[in-house]
């Protein structure tokens, strides 16, 4: 059934033809029937007027502003040459209904004017001698009902379909937007990230450069300490190295001022401040930290604690007055793991997912941006029992 209703909606031509045969059929079966009461002219006429009426209902897609002329045409034929109304004339409303569907201004004005004088010619050329002038009038009101139904129906599902292209024009336009968004979003978080990275490397480098001359001061009068500094510059280059790796590929917009002092940014063990500040603003924030805690790599350390951070961030604004939240670090020998829940009602999906309303990077793409940044994993959802919860993994292994 289902190939049957695929095949008829691929030939509608077809399908018209179809019900033109049928029409024509029963138009002429009706002649035949009625020639013994009259005239050879009349039936051949009556079977050349059938026949235009249903190439007008065969052809009502192909062309239906020039079907519908056919059919006035044909009526005006059979008003002159006196050939009463007959089945063929049901394509009048056909054709009405066709052309009111579509937004073809002439033509759906023209398809109300014959609606309003059709029936009334035709009742004023083949009125009932017996039935008095108010009555001719009234069957004729009547008979203008079902033209105008035809025209009403064909004009409500012009407008409905109008309705849904408009929707569907609205939601492409909004999806586009939505990508554009996303994509500023992840190009304003990148650079974000960039800059704080290159902190990170201008500070290690700092550093590199202070050893660097403490050690050619105390090179020939103290050459231990002069190894150990040379020590901390290789580790300290070596960390930087790495940190430079994982930038490679992102862009990054906006430059510091002339003059300005790189700081070192946040770290694992600012985590606790900013959980105090978190409680201090009203939100209930349970924090621990399993294993050991001890250095790592300044890229996993900044990437943990802006995690933190947007979670937190996220819980206050679309978790609710009461909502509450938890926070767990978990040191492995490879890897550091993070866990932040809360028991808030979330927030809508579009936040997390496509970087806020605002397009700015809030939620899910900065996170997730940064934990590609150290080559992490990132797993992000709805609690079972209602709240959000985010869960990270960042590996410590050197980049390559």
Not at 303 to 325: D, F, S, W
Not at 353 to 369: K, N, P, T, V
């Amino acid at each position: 059934m289902q190939r049957l209703y695929d095949f008829l909606r691929r030939h509608p031509t077809g399908v018209d033809s179809f019900w033109a045969v049928v029409l024509v059929a029963v138009t002429c079966l009706a002649i035949v029937t009625e020639r013994a009461h009259e005239g050879r002219d009349a039936s051949v006429m009556a079977a050349v007027l059938a026949l235009v009426q249903g190439a007008v209902v065969a052809f009502r897609r192909r062309a239906p502003e020039k079907m519908l002329l056919l059919s006035a045409a044909g009526g005006l034929v059979q008003l002159i040459t006196d050939t009463e109304v007959m089945v063929a004339n049901f394509a009048m409303l056909v054709i009405i209904y066709t052309v009111a569907a579509r937004d073809v201004p002439w033509a759906r004005r023209f398809a109300l004017g014959g609606c309003l004088i059709a029936a009334p010619l035709a009742q004023l050329r083949w009125h009932e001698n017996q039935t008095s002038t108010a009555g001719n009038i009234f069957f004729a009101g009547i008979l203008i009902v079902p033209f105008l139904f035809a025209w009403v129906l064909g004009d409500s599902l012009r407008t409905r379909r109008a309705y849904f292209a408009q929707l569907e024009e609205r939601a492409a336009r909004l999806e586009r937007e939505r990508e554009a968004q996303a994509k500023v979003a992840v190009a304003a978080e990148r650079a974000r990230i960039a800059r704080e990275l290159h902190d990170v490397v201008a500070h290690n480098v700092s550093v590199m450069v202070v050893q660097a001359d403490g050690a050619a001061y105390v090179m020939d009068q103290a050459p231990d300490q002069a190894k150990k500094a040379l020590e901390t510059i290789s580790g300290t280059g070596r960390q930087a190295l790495a940190e430079m790796r994982r930038l490679l590929g992102v862009l990054r917009t906006g430059e510091p001022a002339e003059g300005g002092e790189y700081v070192p940014q946040p770290d694992v063990e600012q985590i606790d401040d900013l959980i105090g500040q978190c409680r201090e603003s009203g939100l209930s924030v349970d924090f621990k930290v399993e294993g050991t805690p001890r250095p790592l790599p300044s890229g996993v350390e900044l990437t943990a604690y802006r995690i933190v951070q947007e979670a937190l961030t996220n819980t206050r604004k679309h978790g609710g007055p009461n909502a509450g939240a938890s926070v767990r670090i978990v040191y492995f020998d490879d890897g550091l793991g993070l866990l932040v829940e809360d028991d808030g009602k979330g927030a809508p999906h579009e936040l997390y997912e496509d970087g806020g309303a605002d397009g700015r990077g809030h939620g899910l793409i900065g996170m997730r941006e940064r934990v590609g940044m150290v080559g992490g994993t990132l797993d992000a959802g709805p609690r079972p029992g209602g709240g959000f919860r985010i869960s990270a993994l960042l590996p410590l292994k050197p980049a390559h």
